[in-house]
């Protein structure tokens, strides 16, 4: 194999950008990707709308943008406060973001999470018995709307200690809206351009109302617990609480960035793996019966706790295939900052960066079967000695998810509490395709009936 020269560019496509790439970017962006990758390897140079870009699907790139020379690979987050996050995590960078990084980071610390064990268990067995009646009917379930009820309900119960889906009707309506907005179907060639020339007023026009509704939201959340703070642990009190490395404290605004960005961030990717889990259970019966196998076993019927929750090996192995074969965060974009090299091409600066979560869970040098979905992979006898860089459902580096710990726990407790209580069975006329808009996920949703669990034996 010829080592290229570090004055040589890499692989590109040799095709025009507009018909094949501009066109194929706004119906299927992922797609390109992957075939981009197939046709050309592991580093493979393409023109965007972003400019000249580098798609890195080597785990060894991976490690070297996101953790090794990160501070050389700056995020695609904008220089002013985003309309709907504001300065918070997921739209800051620079010391302003690393203030707030130690300032939110502890309320997912392990041990604070552990006591959020039962509080969730109990949220979705509250969630379940809404759902029971289900299943005396036959009559199907879009799995992806449910879900995300579940999902704002017990991040609501985190972070306020409050089921805001069932308290709050308009924060509940504004998410959902700002889901579609941010989530929905994905646009058209000609959406596209209306978006870019600014001809979508009436969307526009809705979007920003529904962030003003949040805003106000926000605030009386804040403001009623500055009134009567209640003794609660939560996610808000952490945060009320929280100091700088000065002694200050976080403002109204930043407490309502920080806010929005946990709901926005946890929300809908969180909904659309768990409904990807669902599909995959129902789809595989040797999976559902060594789950449910084992939550019999370990739990006997009994509330999960903390402790419970440790024991449940496959349950949670379950979880991390889906967040490895469906990645809700498909892609991470990186910028340049200076001239750089990577596998002996050289990077000139400004130069954009992608790294691809789902195909970098899909690399047949680092997995087994990679299209296959195999729960026992993750199992804890399975999974040493595999390139750490190649499974990144949260990012890595110094800009990881915040909550990753966090999203595995709630995953985990909720397929736990559902597959005791309930079988699911898909719809077989209705077409489940996968669709990459800002989360990897179902175009159609997901249609299931409902059933109840059948006896442990």
């Given at each position: 194999?010829?080592?290229?020269?570090?004055?040589?560019?890499?692989?590109?496509?040799?095709?025009?950008?507009?018909?094949?790439?501009?066109?194929?970017?706004?119906?299927?962006?992922?797609?390109?990707?992957?075939?981009?990758?197939?046709?050309?390897?592991?580093?493979?140079?393409?023109?965007?709308?972003?400019?000249?870009?580098?798609?890195?699907?080597?785990?060894?790139?991976?490690?070297?943008?996101?953790?090794?020379?990160?501070?050389?690979?700056?995020?695609?987050?904008?220089?002013?406060?985003?309309?709907?996050?504001?300065?918070?995590?997921?739209?800051?960078?620079?010391?302003?973001?690393?203030?707030?990084?130690?300032?939110?980071?502890?309320?997912?610390?392990?041990?604070?999470?552990?006591?959020?064990?039962?509080?969730?268990?109990?949220?979705?067995?509250?969630?379940?018995?809404?759902?029971?009646?289900?299943?005396?009917?036959?009559?199907?379930?879009?799995?992806?709307?449910?879900?995300?009820?579940?999902?704002?309900?017990?991040?609501?119960?985190?972070?306020?200690?409050?089921?805001?889906?069932?308290?709050?009707?308009?924060?509940?309506?504004?998410?959902?809206?700002?889901?579609?907005?941010?989530?929905?179907?994905?646009?058209?060639?000609?959406?596209?351009?209306?978006?870019?020339?600014?001809?979508?007023?009436?969307?526009?026009?809705?979007?920003?109302?529904?962030?003003?509704?949040?805003?106000?939201?926000?605030?009386?959340?804040?403001?009623?617990?500055?009134?009567?703070?209640?003794?609660?642990?939560?996610?808000?009190?952490?945060?009320?609480?929280?100091?700088?490395?000065?002694?200050?404290?976080?403002?109204?605004?930043?407490?309502?960035?920080?806010?929005?960005?946990?709901?926005?961030?946890?929300?809908?990717?969180?909904?659309?793996?768990?409904?990807?889990?669902?599909?995959?259970?129902?789809?595989?019966?040797?999976?559902?019966?060594?789950?449910?196998?084992?939550?019999?076993?370990?739990?006997?019927?009994?509330?999960?706790?903390?402790?419970?929750?440790?024991?449940?090996?496959?349950?949670?192995?379950?979880?991390?295939?889906?967040?490895?074969?469906?990645?809700?965060?498909?892609?991470?974009?990186?910028?340049?900052?200076?001239?750089?090299?990577?596998?002996?091409y050289t990077l000139a600066p400004d130069t954009k960066v992608l790294?691809?979560?789902?195909?970098?869970?899909?690399?047949?040098?680092?997995?087994?079967?990679?299209?296959?979905?195999?729960?026992?992979?993750?199992?804890?006898?399975?999974?040493?000695?595999?390139?750490?860089?190649?499974?990144?459902?949260?990012?890595?580096?110094?800009?990881?998810?915040?909550?990753?710990?966090?999203?595995?726990?709630?995953?985990?407790?909720?397929?736990?509490?559902?597959?005791?209580?309930?079988?699911?069975?898909?719809?077989?006329?209705?077409?489940?395709?996968?669709?990459?808009?800002?989360?990897?996920?179902?175009?159609?949703?997901?249609?299931?009936?409902?059933?109840?669990?059948?006896?442990?034996?």
């Open positions: 194999m010829t080592t290229p020269s570090k004055s040589a560019l890499p692989p590109r496509p040799r095709r025009s950008w507009l018909p094949t790439f501009g066109i194929g970017q706004v119906r299927d962006p992922l797609l390109q990707l992957v075939q981009r990758q197939k046709e050309h390897g592991d580093i493979v140079c393409f023109p965007t709308h972003h400019g000249p870009t580098w798609l890195l699907s080597h785990p060894d790139h991976a490690q070297y943008v996101l953790a090794d020379k990160a501070s050389n690979f700056l995020s695609m987050v904008g220089d002013g406060p985003d309309p709907l996050l504001g300065r918070g995590l997921f739209a800051n960078k620079g010391d302003f973001w690393l203030r707030q990084r130690r300032m939110v980071q502890p309320s997912f610390h392990r041990p604070r999470l552990a006591r959020m064990v039962e509080g969730m268990a109990r949220d979705s067995e509250r969630f379940a018995e809404r759902w029971a009646p289900h299943a005396a009917t036959s009559a199907p379930l879009e799995l992806l709307g449910q879900m995300r009820g579940l999902v704002i309900s017990l991040l609501g119960n985190s972070i306020f200690s409050e089921d805001v889906h069932a308290n709050r009707a308009s924060l509940r309506e504004g998410m959902d809206h700002l889901a579609t907005v941010f989530h929905g179907p994905g646009e058209s060639l000609l959406d596209a351009v209306k978006r870019r020339f600014g001809l979508d007023g009436a969307r526009t026009k809705r979007f920003f109302g529904a962030i003003e509704q949040l805003n106000t939201d926000m605030y009386r959340l804040i403001a009623e617990r500055r009134e009567s703070p209640g003794g609660k642990d939560d996610i808000l009190t952490m945060l009320l609480e929280a100091r700088d490395t000065q002694g200050v404290a976080m403002t109204d605004t930043e407490l309502r960035d920080e806010l929005v960005s946990l709901l926005i961030g946890g929300y809908e990717s969180t909904a659309v793996v768990l409904t990807w889990m669902m599909y995959e259970v129902a789809r595989r019966p040797e999976v559902e019966q060594r789950a449910r196998g084992e939550l019999a076993t370990v739990l006997g019927g009994r509330p999960l706790t903390a402790e419970g929750l440790q024991s449940l090996h496959y349950t949670r192995a379950l979880v991390e295939e889906a967040l490895r074969f469906h990645p809700p965060a498909w892609n991470f974009m990186r910028r340049a900052l200076n001239t750089d090299e990577i596998g002996g790294i691809s979560p789902y195909i970098l869970h899909r690399h047949p040098g680092f997995w087994t079967d990679p299209e296959q979905f195999l729960p026992e992979r993750f199992l804890p006898d399975q999974r040493e000695g595999r390139h750490r860089f190649a499974y990144l459902p949260f990012g890595a580096g110094q800009r990881q998810c915040v909550g990753n710990a966090y999203t595995v726990m709630l995953l985990t407790i909720a397929i736990a509490t559902l597959l005791q209580r309930f079988q699911w069975r898909l719809v077989p006329a209705h077409p489940v395709v996968a669709m990459a808009a800002t989360t990897r996920r179902p175009r159609h949703g997901v249609l299931a009936t409902l059933h109840s669990a059948p006896q442990a034996a």
